[in-house]
């Protein structure tokens, strides 16, 4: 408590005059009253049945777009809102038994192919009108990588340019995402702006079904001005759908060749012209399977249930709410196959047991002066049950935000300011000793600029108190420039990472074997990226060069021991991306290259990042065709370069490989078939050496880490059924 009072007292000043700042002078009336007539207009056509808000008093229009107010006189501050139209605003002064007619100018909001809003950068502004660089994954896409993994979003991430899914725990499957050469822990996951999945998300992608997916988000480069701690290498921002104007069901069934199952259920109706509901739930199941009969599961056994309500409201007058809740429940058992040993240790098994339940909700509201409120919050409860052979680890970890901000157009600009508070406690039963408890206030500012209409300017900072490691100052700006078919931006910006003991590699080993090398540092850092993109006709080509820089930065190291520590001098990322898209009615087709090179200290020198690949190519094309796009079919091709290797007996470089699969569906009436191959070639990491160890790791694992698929050729097919 003393702690909290403190911070609330350092940041009550700044609080109070970001909040100040957006607040509207109140009203003053005059005697009597005056006569307003509103006319709202697009292209000189009436638009009917649109909302004026006038001093607070919400009125519609009429079939000739126009309203007649009768309100007191004096100041009057007017917001019209009508959906599919941007909102505008006006003021003026009446004085008493005045009559005044207002044309109020409504512009329409792009359809989604044209036009794309997002969400992770606060301003709700297009994504073509973003100084920031965001990439967006469409619906289409993520229809495509739904009937290739239904059961998460790990295909939909690792073919996304820029990210890999790199595998932290051959034994049970977790992963993590990378995004540009930075490790996982550095990437922060939102759903809907929440942080619903925790601070740390690594099984939690094999626990995340696509199905309600609307669009992914993904801002790569430092975020920490954004979203504060755990946003060094970006943001990933999973938007749900919302409920359609009609009832909507789907169900997807799904088995393949290595005993997967997955049923997937998606519902979604208005309850009434404000009111609508989406559902989703999935139940996923594993085979124990061993692909190379080394005795040795290469595919963990998991049974999964997930479920998700989400409650959403609009008056279609500037307010909106949405609530959700979720719940995941998962076992999983890996290891030594039943009735097999190892030969130095007998059997050992790998079993992992988690139980998540979260909460969130946002409010929004257009207030009468123009100024936009919003405020969010959410919370979750996980608890996980471990076991390493003879080694049994229970944890608790608890995550809560809760956020204000305000937003509001002057003129050329759109500010919004707000503040956050953070809540990360982590509870080990087993290893008490790697327990923390972290709070952390901020504020933050941000400001976007239409200078000209060839050049934007976004900046943005924030201020963060962390309970543990002191306060940071995170700024980051911005620039777009815009000529003809040709656009660039231009970034810069710096954030801080909390450390604790839960990283990759200790969540694939566990903490009972773990040490740390005196109190840790706080990891600070910072990047910058240019890029040059050219739209011409239905193709898109984009040039990115980027390089983040980390001081501090936290490494296990499993020489001769198992130990965390900071390390004395920074890792680097320098990296190019190349990104070409082919888009028709019935064709596309995507390249992209990322040539990475991640640098850190080792006790020989400065080396590569292990499990960081230099080059990586992929192609992939799509076509549709026949009535109503009936058939659809996909081909696609991935190259992996070497990677350094990390505690491995056999090599210290991975060999290069490539990927190919193939996707093919039919359409019949309200049903879709769909069979998908994947690793066609069937490339596995044991077709160059063991997953086993000859002796036991240091940190205790048996297994080496994956840098390739330990699972080989897998075709899966199913149906999808929408009624």
Do not use: C
């Not at 290259?593 to 080059?615: I, K, M, W």
């Amino acid at each position: 408590m003393i702690l909290v009072a403190s911070v609330v007292q350092g940041y009550r000043r700044v609080v109070a005059f970001v909040l100040l700042f957006f607040l509207s002078a109140s009203v003053a009336f005059a005697q009597g009253t005056a006569t307003l007539n509103v006319d709202v207009r697009d292209d000189d056509a009436p638009v009917g049945d649109a909302s004026v808000t006038a001093n607070g008093t919400v009125f519609n229009t009429g079939a000739d777009g126009r309203a007649r107010i009768t309100i007191p006189a004096g100041h009057v501050d007017i917001v019209v809102v009508k959906t599919g139209f941007v909102p505008a605003s006006a003021s003026l002064e009446l004085a008493a038994g005045q009559q005044q007619t207002v044309v109020i100018a409504l512009h329409r909001t792009a359809t989604v192919e044209e036009h794309v809003t997002v969400s992770a950068t606060r301003t709700e502004r297009g994504i073509d009108d973003q100084p920031m660089r965001v990439e967006v994954v469409d619906r289409e896409e993520i229809d495509e990588k739904l009937m290739m993994t239904p059961g998460d979003v790990v295909m939909l991430l690792n073919e996304t340019g820029g990210l890999r899914v790199q595998a932290t725990s051959p034994s049970l499957g977790a992963a993590s995402v990378r995004i540009q050469g930075m490790r996982g822990r550095y990437t922060r996951f939102l759903s809907d702006g929440l942080p619903l999945f925790g601070e740390h998300v690594s099984l939690g992608l094999m626990q995340i079904p696509p199905l309600d997916l609307g669009r992914v988000e993904v801002i790569k480069g430092v975020a920490s001005s954004l979203y504060g701690a755990g946003a060094m290498s970006g943001v990933v921002n999973l938007v749900s759908r919302r409920p359609p104007a009609a009832p909507e069901h789907q169900v997807v069934l799904n088995t393949s060749t290595h005993g997967g199952t997955d049923a997937g259920l998606w519902y979604a109706t208005p309850l009434s012209d404000q009111w609508g509901l989406t559902f989703i739930g999935s139940a996923n199941g594993q085979a124990r399977r061993d692909v190379n009969d080394d005795g040795w599961a290469d595919l963990p056994k998991y049974t999964r249930g997930v479920v998700r309500p989400r409650l959403f409201w609009d008056n279609h007058s500037g307010r909106s709410f949405f609530a959700t809740v979720g719940g995941t429940w998962e076992d999983r058992t890996g290891g030594t196959m039943p009735g097999l040993s190892l030969a130095a240790a007998g059997p050992y098994t790998e079993a992992l047991s988690t139980r998540r339940l979260d909460v969130g909700s946002a409010f929004q509201m257009l207030a009468s002066s123009g100024v936009v409120w919003s405020a969010r919050g959410s919370w979750t409860s996980q608890h996980q049950e471990h076991r390493f052979g003879e080694v049994s680890e229970r944890d608790d970890h608890d995550t809560g935000s809760f956020e204000l901000t305000a937003r509001r157009a002057v003129g050329r600009q759109t500010i919004v300011g707000g503040a956050a508070i953070e809540r990360d406690q982590f509870q080990p039963v087993d290893t008490p000793r790697f327990a923390y408890a972290y709070t952390t206030p901020g504020v933050f500012l941000q400001d976007d600029i239409d200078v000209a209409r060839w050049l934007a300017v976004s900046a943005s900072a924030r201020l963060d108190h962390h309970s543990e490691f002191g306060t940071f100052f995170s700024p980051r700006i911005a620039t777009l420039v815009r000529r003809g078919p040709w656009s660039s931006r231009i970034s810069y910006g710096t954030g801080f990472f909390a450390p604790s003991a839960i990283t990759e590699e200790t969540e694939a080993a566990g903490l009972s074997r773990l040490t740390i090398e005196g109190p840790l540092k706080a990891e600070r850092g910072r990047s910058t990226s240019v890029d040059l993109t050219r739209t011409s006709g239905p193709l898109s080509t984009t040039l990115t060069f980027f390089h983040s820089r980390i001081v501090d930065p936290t490494e296990v190291d499993r020489t001769d021991r198992f130990v965390l520590r900071n390390l004395a001098s920074p890792t680097t990322n320098t990296g190019v991306e190349l990104i070409g898209i082919w888009k028709t009615e019935d064709f596309s087709f995507v390249a992209n290259y990322a040539y990475v090179r991640s640098r850190e200290d080792t006790d020989e020198g400065r080396a590569e990042v292990p499990l960081t690949p230099r080059h990586t190519i992929g192609l992939d094309a799509a076509w549709d065709w026949g009535p109503r796009d009936a058939w659809h079919l996909g081909l696609e091709w991935y190259y992996t370069g070497g990677q350094r290797l990390d505690a491995n007996p056999y090599r210290t470089e991975s060999a290069p490989y490539s990927l190919y699969g193939i996707l093919f569906t039919r359409r019949v009436g309200r049903a879709l078939l769909f069979v998908n191959g994947e690793n066609l070639a069937n490339v596995k990491q044991t077709d160059w050496d063991p997953l086993l160890r000859p002796s036991r790791a240091i940190d205790g694992r048996w297994t080496v880490d994956a840098w390739a698929p330990l699972d080989g050729r897998t075709i899966n097919g199913g149906i999808r059924v929408s009624f």
